[in-house]
């Protein structure tokens, strides 16, 4: 029988329920044992792919093609696993598909109720997570604070299925925030308190309490919440905050969290293995010379809506041995008279990728001022239709080269709707989604970047590159380096007389891994050491650094 561990939060919402599974996850990872993790949102969205990255963050793609919770990137990348359209689950899908159910009359005429049938639908999607991938064990993470009203048909569910498959079968943990009053000095253990009975009159009793802080925790502190939550106190493990996240679960490890679940859940486990991660952690904390890349979005006043991008330039930092400083740039107050002033000193521009025209010409002026003035240049989704823009206006002598997303009637479309699209009403789900094989040229940058012919990328979108200008861009300078198997689809462009301008219309940061930094990310970091600002000197060939 599978094992379970339920993960709930309590206080407020943002404490760090999402690295704190992760790095769960890490500790078992780290002890030969497989893991599964799954998020449970209560929100009434089928899934985020329609939602404002404002109000959710950026939206992470699986293999499989669904647009899900960005916790999912912090399992991905922690355990190091792929997970599949299974490890997200949320109120819509969980109501649609039990409403679809009782108009089939699957219900014989019965009454529907949240219990039994909708945590009867919660029970069997994770129970789901365990049939598909075989996992040992599942994570599974209850969105939102404990209180919520929407999350109680969740909290309901995790209690049956702790029921069902007993309690040698099944941990709780509650992620809780202990506030510190700088009038008195003081971390409150009350609101935990208050979040852990609440939890109680649930019927769930946590077995092991993770308590954020800005600061330490002391014994004392930890035995009070032990008493009062009625939790042993080994259970109870301080998690302050840190510099880095990819410390947490070295420091679950070291309080004892690892052994503590192997205990309770009865695992067959060996010796856990932490030379590789220690490793990671001490370089990304090691003294470093920083690198300023500008990442050109129109959400940047909320970074989390380019989580997976800005993680993955910290992997490429962490291995070529650069910090990564980011410069968040608005697209929306970038033109052509400001650019220079503006991204002068970045050694390098990631021009982001998003939705709608709102912002595109800013990301047009940041492209032609990479091209202009030969500073490294990574286009991502978006990024790169607005390279192809930028360089058709420039190549073709036309101002009015555009995607029709952004200009339905222009005279140049250089991007266009990919043919199954153009009667697509719907939009959620109905985009290009998911991992799809491209096939490198050689000797083209990207080919080198990877080291090899076939590679397979998540993509999120519904414009593609225009073939009918593939030719013609493609003799003014603009190479194609990546299509799809059958030659129909552009999937990468380069610019041939440029040290590293390039486009992929995928999403590469879905991929990357902290001790494995995705290759395309890897190049772009590389060549940015190479172009120095303000007096720096190169301090590393581009063949060395890719060579590391």
């Not at 990671?280 to 989390?304: C, F, N, Q, T």
Request: charged content about 25%; hydrophobic content about 40%.
């Amino acid at each position: 029988m599978a094992k379970y561990i339920f993960v709930t939060g309590g206080v407020v919402s943002g404490v760090g329920k999402g690295v704190a599974v992760a790095s769960i996850g890490r500790l078992l990872r780290a002890r030969g044992i497989s893991v599964a993790a799954v998020k449970l949102d209560p929100y009434l969205n089928v899934d985020p792919g329609t939602m404002n990255p404002y109000q959710h963050g950026e939206c992470f793609v699986t293999e499989d093609g669904a647009e899900t919770d960005l916790d999912l990137g912090h399992y991905e990348r922690i355990i190091d696993v792929n997970l599949t359209r299974s490890s997200n689950l949320t109120s819509g899908q969980v109501y649609s598909s039990v409403i679809a159910r009782e108009r089939r009359g699957e219900f014989l005429g019965g009454t529907i109720q949240v219990i039994p049938h909708i945590t009867n639908e919660i029970k069997a999607r994770v129970r789901g997570v365990t049939t598909e991938t075989g996992a040992e064990v599942v994570i599974a993470e209850v969105g939102g604070v404990t209180g919520d009203i929407e999350n109680l048909p969740f909290l309901e569910a995790v209690r049956q299925l702790h029921r069902e498959v007993g309690t040698d079968n099944a941990v709780y943990i509650h992620v809780t925030l202990l506030p510190y009053l700088h009038a008195t000095g003081e971390l409150k253990t009350k609101p935990t308190q208050q979040s852990v009975r609440e939890l109680r009159s649930y019927g769930i009793q946590p077995d092991a309490i993770l308590c954020r802080s800005d600061f330490d925790v002391s014994d004392d502190i930890r035995d009070k919440i032990a008493l009062f939550c009625d939790v042993e106190p080994r259970g109870v493990v301080p998690l302050r905050t840190v510099d880095t996240i990819y410390s947490v679960p070295r420091m679950l490890e070291d309080a004892g969290m690892g052994d503590f679940l192997v205990e309770r859940l009865r695992l067959n486990a060996t010796e856990p293995r932490w030379e590789e991660w220690d490793d990671l952690v001490r370089r990304i904390r090691e003294p470093k010379r920083a690198l300023r890349i500008a990442i050109v979005g129109k959400y940047v006043e909320l970074p989390d809506s380019y989580l997976s991008i800005r993680e993955a330039l910290i992997h490429a930092g962490v291995m070529l041995g650069r910090g990564i400083e980011i410069d968040w740039v608005n697209a929306e107050h970038v033109n052509d008279a400001n650019v220079e002033t503006i991204l002068a000193n970045a050694n390098a521009i990631l021009v982001a990728p998003g939705f709608g025209p709102r912002g595109i010409e800013g990301k047009i002026a940041a492209a032609r001022y990479a091209r202009v003035n030969r500073v490294p240049y990574l286009g991502d989704c978006l990024g790169m239709q607005v390279m192809t823009i930028e360089f058709a206006r420039y190549a073709l002598s036309v101002d009015d080269a555009n995607s029709t997303e952004m200009d339905p009637d222009t005279a140049h479309p250089v991007i266009d709707l990919m043919p199954g699209q153009r009667d697509v009403e719907d939009k959620g789900g109905t985009m290009r989604l998911g991992a799809y094989a491209c096939r490198l040229i050689e000797g083209t940058r990207a080919h080198a970047a990877y080291g090899a012919s076939l590679v397979y990328e998540r993509h999120r979108h519904r414009y593609e590159f225009n073939n009918e200008y593939r030719e013609r861009l493609g003799k003014l300078g603009l190479r194609i380096s990546g299509v799809s198997p059958d030659g129909k689809l552009v999937e990468i462009v380069e610019l041939d007389d440029h040290p590293f301008m390039v486009g992929s219309q995928f999403h590469p940061e879905y991929k990357s891994r902290p001790t494995a930094p995705h290759p395309l990310f890897r190049a772009f970091v590389a060549a940015a050491i190479e172009h120095p600002r303000d007096g720096e000197q190169v301090s590393m060939p581009l063949e060395l650094a890719l060579a590391r």
